[in-house]
């Protein structure tokens, strides 16, 4: 993250007319926005501090900040995918209904939020079954997408590849092209690519977006990135993919935008990364969007050719 040398301002110029938003959004790819639909209690964060016991007991403050997300995308004519957990399908139903009411893509992120690391492949087939037939249920349509917790699918978990498509998804989007401590498959293509398990089975991939600078692909996609640095970068980092005719995949969660959420005792660089600018979330998605229409991912693959995009086993 130090490869880049000449500061880089956080404002971008606004458009001139709607118009001009309207030509350009018409010549690029679209943005791929997703959410990933946890509460704020249910983050990596805060495991070992929320017992998952206190879950059902505690307020997941989930409606009103999602109904301003919807909000928030209707104005921009802008459908997104919302990766959700089964416990929050299950907790609060309404929500589910309202987001596939108003015309996104509901998609999976597991059901209790464990990282595959956790799990296992045992414990992993049953928390995405019962997610996955939570989410049908509600909607009534095979959901298709999935996402996991804490992008927890690396080389360690690539059996989680097979257990996918075994379960009837058709393509993922958990992979973090970058090396991290805690996850990443920094030798992955940075652009949509066919993921192969090591049962053999293929699934679509649409792995989080990365601006390469100097050779370092610098994570830009969303979450912690999004809040802590410029929204300058991730504009260049889906610039660049524009560029190679591809669409950006990106990546919040509501809690994101819920600047009023407790705070709960999380410490040091944790507690750094859950809570900073949390009150920048809301213009900056709306700079994002200002900008690049949003698409869900399971429509813009439709458009797509993904029989002809390279291979690659993990
Ligand atoms: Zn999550």
């Known amino acids: 993250m130090t490869a880049i040398s000449t500061p880089i301002p956080d404002t971008v110029a606004e458009p001139d007319t709607a118009t001009e938003v309207d030509a350009a959004a018409l010549a690029q790819p679209p943005c791929l926005v997703s959410f990933d639909v946890e509460t704020y209690f249910q983050v990596e ?4 501090i929320v017992d998952k016991a206190q879950w059902d007991r505690m307020d997941p403050r989930l409606d009103a900040v999602t109904d301003r997300l919807l909000a928030l995308l209707d104005e921009h004519r802008s459908s997104a995918t919302f990766f959700t957990l089964g416990w929050v399908a299950r907790k609060l139903p309404q929500i589910v ?67 996918l498509a075994e379960a009837g998804f058709s393509y993922d989007s958990s992979i973090q092209p970058i090396r991290r401590r805690a996850y990443g498959v920094p030798d992955a293509p940075d652009t949509p690519f066919r993921i192969v398990g090591p ?61 009023d959420q407790p705070r709960l005792p999380i410490n040091g660089v944790k507690r750094f990364r859950h809570y900073v ?5 809301t213009p900056r998605l709306a700079a994002l969007l200002d900008r690049h229409r949003s698409t869900a991912f399971a429509a813009w693959l439709q458009t797509q050719k993904t029989q002809t995009w390279p291979a690659f086993a993990l």
């Open 45 to 48: 964060n805060a495991n070992g």
């Open 97 to 163: 209904r309202r987001i596939h009411a108003a015309g996104h893509e509901i998609a999976c992120h597991g059901d209790m939020h464990d990282r595959l690391h956790r799990l296992g492949p045992d414990g992993f087939r049953k928390d995405l079954a019962n997610a996955k037939k939570t989410l049908e249920d509600l909607v009534g349509s095979p959901v298709r997408g999935y996402r996991a917790p804490v992008f927890s699918i690396d080389r360690t978990t690539s059996w989680a590849i097979d257990i």
């Open 199 to 259: 049962g053999g089975s293929q699934l679509i991939e649409l792995p989080l977006l990365t601006w390469n600078v100097l050779g370092y692909r610098m994570p830009v996609a969303g979450g912690g990135y999004f809040r802590l640095l410029p929204l300058r970068l991730m504009l260049n980092g889906i610039a660049q993919m524009n560029r190679r005719g591809l669409p950006a995949a990106t990546y919040f969660h509501p809690w994101e935008f819920d600047p």
């Open 277 to 281: 600018g949390l009150k920048k979330t």
